[in-house]
């Protein structure tokens, strides 16, 4: 039947056949693309902490270390030039220029008076007459025309309003090229230090939650019984616990919280759902043929379930752990934003919780919690490009129907 079918084929394509052939017998399931671009995404983030200390100052991270409120270099400071939107200028001060209004009331039109100035406050609507000598004090009519008058002594220059720049921040400069925020904070190197340890809490509280689960799972699957009623019992109920709501209250009455602390409570929370999954994957592996044989063999149970059906099902905990780290990412940027977070210690969580708590969104600082967020999307995107990535490698099904539809 082979022979006949390669035979059918054209003369022209039966090498192209064999070498396509040729290639698919040496690929490796790993080379995943979409493990590979998500496993590039999750590791420029962890390096973010080891190669970012060698080019960027992270002491800048601390607060007052920076300049307040500087935008980013790429918003054009127009805080010295005519805006392109409103031209509309916002003046300090009184200056020589007939249409900038003076020092007194913004919209009143000055008179000299002569012999002094008056005291009584006049008549504010009424139009004002020229008098020889020395100002009015009464703030005159802010509805009538403003004239020229002399420039004040220390008068500051006038300032433009602008859509990128707004007078009441800072001039951009390369120092601090992502900006900074209103604790003097470099954005740079918030993002250099907390992106990571933000990374960090979730993976040892994967870990955790990870061994605990297959130590758990792989018991109560191969053994059975009333162990396995046990254990299966404990994670059931321990599931249907809303755990963000007991970590908020842990974390409430957690004096001091480190990055250590808090991956320790999210892990109270992170081994039942792996306890679960794994259970389920060894009971359908325990009858099979390679596992009755190692019975027959007189292997011991420890050697059967993490030395022979262990290794089986790598693809598959590897999938699993890196859900778990983006579950508990998400745990941990969720009790920060709450400011149940190490307030000592820069993450992105605790960055956002500080943009809230100053109002950065009203104030136009969007590179106060956009860049935070930024980097979330990064780590989120990578971990589920990596645990769809992991399916596929541990599911022949979906590589037989992904090339299927390729052809």
Request: hydrophobic share 50%; with cysteine; glycine share 10%.
């Amino acid at each position: 039947m082979a022979t006949s079918s390669a035979s059918s084929l054209p003369a022209g394509s039966q090498p192209q056949a064999r070498k396509k052939a040729k290639i698919n017998r040496f690929d490796s399931p790993w080379l995943n693309a979409k493990f590979i671009v998500g496993l590039c995404m999750v590791g420029s983030v962890m390096l973010m902490g080891v190669v970012g200390q060698l080019f960027w100052r992270v002491e800048l991270s601390y607060p007052a270390s920076s300049p307040l409120n500087l935008p980013p270099v790429w918003v054009r400071d127009i805080s010295g030039a005519p805006d392109q939107g409103t031209g509309a200028p916002v003046t300090g001060g009184p200056t020589a220029s007939a249409a900038t209004p003076v020092a007194g009331t913004p919209l009143a039109t000055p008179a000299a008076t002569k012999g002094g100035t008056s005291m009584t406050g006049g008549n504010p609507f009424a139009k004002p007459t020229a008098q020889a000598g020395g100002t009015s004090l009464t703030g005159d009519n802010p509805l009538t025309r403003p004239t020229a008058q002399a420039t004040a002594v220390g008068a500051p220059k006038p300032r433009f309003v602008g859509v990128a720049a707004a007078s009441r921040f800072g001039e951009p400069t390369w120092e601090h090229p992502l900006g900074t925020e209103s604790n003097g904070r470099d954005m740079l190197a918030v993002l250099l230090v907390g992106a990571p340890r933000s990374l960090y809490i979730g993976l040892i509280a994967a870990t955790i939650g990870m061994f605990i689960g297959i130590i758990l799972g792989f018991t109560a699957g191969f053994m059975g019984g009333w162990v396995d009623a046990v254990i299966r019992t404990i994670s059931d109920s321990v599931v249907v616990i809303p755990a963000l709501a007991v970590l908020i209250v842990i974390g409430a009455y957690v004096k001091t919280i480190n990055i250590e602390s808090m991956a320790l409570l999210l892990a109270l929370f992170a081994w039942p759902a792996p306890t679960r999954f794994i259970r389920a994957q060894v009971l359908s592996m325990r009858e099979r043929g390679y596992v009755n044989m190692a019975r027959i063999s007189g292997a011991s149970s420890f050697d059967i379930m993490f030395k022979e059906m262990m290794p089986n099902m790598l693809p598959y905990l590897a999938a699993s752990y890196t859900g778990n780290v983006s579950g508990a990412i998400l745990a941990a940027t969720s009790l920060e934003v709450l400011g149940l977070g190490p307030t000592r210690i820069p993450t992105l969580g605790m960055t956002i919780f500080y943009a809230i708590r100053a109002a950065a969104i009203l104030r136009g600082m969007w590179w106060w919690w956009g860049i935070p967020i930024a980097a979330l999307v990064v780590v989120f995107s990578g971990l589920f490009l990596m645990t769809t990535g992991l399916d596929e490698i541990a599911n022949p099904r979906l590589r037989g129907r992904k090339k299927a539809a390729a052809a």
